[in-house]
């Protein structure tokens, strides 16, 4: 049963241009949702979250969207830089979980110059 | 602050053989948890510790099992290898509080042969 899902394998955007990656839940006891980006051999690196209370926070380039009802979340990445090129993960969490983060399939980002 | 460190970085084993990874938490940070990477599987929760207690345990046989030190460094063993153990270990440490972000260590790459 996959509880957090990102249904894109990958994206390609141009540089400049906004990436938007998906993700959608189905456990409605989820109350925490982060976002990370991860490098081949590397460990993934936490870039945002978002709390259940909210429906947006902003970190820079980066800002996380979250509608409850539909259970979906959306990360913005503006303007899109090649750096970014990377798989970006979703995860979700919250007090019932006991310390786990349950995480999407992945998404590979492309970002072209 | 330094950020979490895993060691070995890479490992081959034969099946039938046992491992154990060593994780160091960012200082400070009191709980740690381990997760298995998989093409096929993706991100999977191992275990969680919080002051030396296993507080929650993912999916997997008992074979896997791991434990916590006094001062919050953590290991985790797997016994009787098998091929399909073959994947990336991750770490991951966090604050305890009412924050969910976990901070991931560069992994244990395990190839059982």
């Known amino acids: 049963d996959q509880q957090v899902k990102q249904n894109s394998p990958s994206l390609s955007v141009q540089e400049g241009r906004i990436s938007i990656l998906n993700c959608d839940y189905t456990?409605?006891?989820?109350?925490?949702f982060l976002w990370y980006k991860k490098y081949p051999a590397e460990g993934p690196t936490f870039l945002i979250s978002?709390?259940?209370?909210?429906d947006k926070n902003e970190d820079g380039r980066f800002t996380v969207f979250l509608n409850k009802s539909a259970k979906h979340l959306s990360l913005h990445i503006v303007p899109s830089q090649p750096g970014d090129s990377a798989v970006y993960f979703c995860?979700?969490?919250?007090?019932?979980?006991?310390?786990?983060?349950?995480f999407g399939q992945g998404t590979e980002l492309s970002v072209k110059p | 602050k330094a950020g979490v460190t895993q060691t070995p970085r890479y490992l081959i084993k034969t099946r039938g053989q046992q491992v154990t990874l060593s994780c160091s938490p960012i200082?400070?940070?009191?709980?740690v948890s381990w997760y298995q990477q998989t093409p096929g599987q993706g991100l999977q929760f191992l275990f969680e510790?919080?002051?030396?207690?296993?507080?929650n345990k993912g999916n997997f046989p008992g074979r896997f099992s791991g434990r916590q030190f006094s001062n919050s460094r953590s290991e985790m063993n797997v016994s009787t290898l098998e091929l399909g153990d073959s994947a990336l270990y991750l770490c991951?440490?966090?604050?305890?509080?009412?924050?969910?972000?976990?901070?991931f260590g560069p992994g244990t790459r395990l190839t059982v042969t």
């Open positions: 200082s400070g940070h009191r709980s």
């Open positions: 991951a440490s966090s604050l305890i509080g009412n924050s969910y972000e976990q901070y």
């Open positions: 510790y919080f002051s030396e207690t296993q507080r």
């Open positions: 456990n409605s006891m989820f109350d925490y």
């Open positions: 995860a979700a969490s919250g007090d019932n979980q006991g310390g786990k983060l349950i």
């Open positions: 978002i709390s259940s209370i909210k």
